[in-house]
């Protein structure tokens, strides 16, 4: 496979990315202001999330009960993997092509994009 | 102010974040952050999390026009992603330990920069470089072609270790302040590496969204990423950015670009002013 087939198939991927994640953060959001839309809202003091909204394990909790600020966020999450998919992609394509060096060198800001999610 | 309310404001301020953003070419982080906490009064850290979320939204939402085209080159842009995502990560652990006002300043300065930036590239050239290649750039095969009216036209690659430093920086930047920073991250290609201006803004559109996702994760243990805040964000300058892509074909972009240096030029002095005053 080329460098140009390449980009087109990642670039799709990019694309159906963005639309599946906007999708579900549009659906949470609807489901939330329905139900809580009338409230009042203050952001001018940094509290910070509540720590069921701070990690991968616990906003897919929250989200399998249908909840809908965590429904928001596993589509926020799914915006975020989905350039971390695209490298993922990338060191499969590289390796076809026996382009060891890119094969390492995507590698490693995988590892780096996966450290930091992990956290 | 009522939720709903909040969104739907919130939503138009990002429609008009992302169309600029496209339009100029520099992304909507740029103009979200001032507008959220100038204008919004949302918390800068809470600003960053949503400006975060719309780098990555902007970022592969113009990537899959971008690459049908042929402009943008994947190896260089993944070779540069090693500084940018170590850059980012370093950056977005400083946003915990710096006080507030130091990264307020600090946004300023990336403003006014910006625009100046902006400012002096409103007359855009196009010449191609005939010096050989940096021999790393050749090892890695980083020569390619780009699309120009008299067809494809090869283009050679400059001072890879240069461009791979300013990355860094740019990756840092990105982390720290929750936003692209493809102005700095097109001036590493364009002047220090001396590749084509349309092949450097494609590369730096790709890059940006993999940069921004290396400092989502902590941005999201450290609770600065807000599910209500970023919904209308992200939604609105994912279609704002559409629009504007659509706009810019038909825009005179001299005019657009001296419109935008005005209004980055103004909040970056704004931004400064509240972050030396400690007003944030």
Redesign the interface.
């Known amino acids: 496979m080329t460098?140009?087939k390449?980009?087109?198939l990642?670039?799709?991927l990019?694309?159906l990315?963005?639309l599946v994640?906007?999708a579900v953060?549009?659906g949470?959001?609807l489901l939330?202001?329905i139900s809580?839309?009338?409230?009042?809202?203050d952001?001018?003091?940094?509290?910070?999330?509540?720590a069921s909204?701070?990690?991968l394990t616990s906003v897919l909790q929250g989200a399998v009960a249908t909840k809908p600020?965590?429904l928001?966020?596993i589509?926020?999450?799914l915006?975020?993997?989905?350039?971390?998919l695209?490298?993922a992609l990338?060191v499969l394509l590289f390796a076809q092509q026996r382009?060891g060096?890119?094969v390492g060198?995507?590698l490693?800001?995988l590892g780096?994009?996966l450290?930091?999610?992990?956290? | 102010m009522s939720e709903l309310e909040f969104s739907l404001l919130i939503f138009l301020g990002s429609l008009l974040a992302g169309g600029v953003g496209a339009l100029t070419g520099l992304g909507g982080g740029v103009i979200l952050v001032p507008l959220l906490v100038l204008g919004f009064k949302v918390d800068l850290h809470y600003a960053l999390g949503a400006s975060l979320i719309s780098v990555i939204a902007t970022s592969s939402g113009a990537a899959s026009a971008y690459v049908r085209e042929g402009y943008s080159n994947l190896r260089i842009g993944m070779f540069l992603e090693v500084a940018t995502t170590l850059g980012a990560l370093l950056g977005a652990h400083l946003v915990g330990i710096l006080p507030k006002s130091w990264v307020a300043t600090v946004f300023g300065v990336a403003l006014l920069y910006s625009a100046f930036q902006s400012f002096q590239d409103r007359y855009k050239d196009g010449q191609p470089s005939t010096v050989p290649s940096d021999p790393l750039a050749v090892r890695l095969r980083m020569e390619s072609t780009y699309p120009t009216p008299q067809g494809l036209q090869p283009y050679t690659v400059h001072r890879v270790l240069g461009g791979f430093s300013l990355m860094g920086v740019a990756g840092m930047l990105s982390g720290l302040l929750g936003i692209g920073s493809g102005a700095v991250k097109v001036l590493a290609m364009e002047r220090v590496m001396g590749l084509p201006y349309k092949v450097s803004t494609t590369t730096s559109n790709f890059m940006i969204g993999v940069t921004a996702a290396a400092s989502a994760g902590v941005y999201l243990s450290r609770g600065y990423i807000d599910p209500l805040l970023a919904m209308p964000v992200m939604l609105g300058v994912f279609l704002g950015s559409l629009l504007g892509a659509r706009i810019l074909s038909k825009a005179a972009p001299g005019r657009l670009r001296l419109l935008f240096v005005g209004v980055i030029a103004l909040l970056g002095v704004q931004m400064i002013y509240q972050g030396l005053r400690g007003g944030l």
């Open positions: 460098d140009r390449m980009e087109i990642l670039g799709n990019l694309r990315g963005v994640a906007g953060v549009l949470g959001g939330e202001l809580h839309g009338s409230q009042g809202v952001y001018s003091v940094f509290r910070g999330e509540p909204l701070r990690s600020k965590h928001i966020q589509g926020l999450l915006l975020v993997l989905t350039p971390v695209r490298v990338s382009d060096t890119f060198i995507t490693w800001v780096v994009l450290y930091s999610l992990a956290l």
